[in-house]
Structure formats: structure tokens, C-alpha cells
């Protein structure tokens, strides 16, 4: 495995192009490994990216602190999905709206919570 600084932790998807695939449930769980296939089927899916779970093992296993990196790669992908939504995160005229989804290696129906419409602000 690479060094933690190093280490790749979001996977983005969109546009036709997803960097990610469906046999990587191990990696971006079942969700993620699902919506790269998709998009690489040619199947219309909206943007976004994946948070992998070797970022969650790396954040339990080092006393809730986050991954080395982390931080960057989610505010590049999150520029990236600003740019080709044509919306900006939390703006006011223009927001782009987040769904979080937990995904995990194996399913499990109603267990995770999702948080939609992530972006809004009251002004």
C-alpha cells in the first residue's frame, strides 16, 4: 500500500469518465464501485465523487483524525464537480447541492444514514 500521504481516497465519476470500476467493491463500496459502472457503461449518472474506505479505516484506526491528504483531494474533486455542474458549493445565486450517501463492502439496506441537499445556506 502507498504511503498515507500519498494514497489516492476519492475517486471521481462523471462526465462519461469514471476513474473507479464496478469490481473495486472493496475499495469504493458497494455504491461507489456501482456508479463507476455505470458511468462506464455509458449509463447517464450525475456527477460526483467516492470517498473510499480506505479512508475510513485509516481515520478509525488513527484515532478519528483524517487521512494525510484527504482534505485536498476532496476540495479538488469538489472543484472539478463545481466545474462541470456549473455551480458553486454553499453560493447563495448558484449552490451545488451534495447528496452523502454511506456506502459500505457489502450491503446493508437502511443501516447508513443519507444526507441530501447539502450546500444550502439560509442566506
Not at 458511468?39 to 470517498?51: A, D, H, M, Y
Request: charged residues 15%; glycine residues 14%.
Amino acid at each position: 500500500m502507498a504511503d498515507r500521504e500519498t494514497q489516492k481516497y476519492v475517486y471521481y465519476f462523471g462526465g462519461g469518465r469514471a476513474e473507479g470500476s464496478g469490481d473495486m467493491k472493496n475499495l469504493l463500496g458497494g455504491k461507489g464501485a456501482g456508479l463507476a459502472e455505470m458511468v462506464n457503461l455509458g449509463i447517464p449518472v450525475p456527477p460526483g465523487f467516492t470517498i473510499t474506505t480506505e479512508a475510513c479505516i485509516a481515520y478509525y484506526s488513527s484515532g478519528n483524525q483524517w487521512a494525510e491528504g484527504l482534505a485536498q483531494q476532496i476540495d479538488c474533486n469538489l472543484a472539478h464537480l463545481e466545474k462541470d455542474m456549473g455551480a458553486v458549493f454553499a453560493d447563495p445565486e448558484n449552490p451545488l447541492l451534495l447528496s452523502v450517501r454511506s456506502g459500505a463492502r457489502v450491503s446493508m439496506p437502511g443501516m447508513m444514514d443519507t444526507v441530501l441537499n447539502i450546500g444550502l445556506t439560509s442566506s
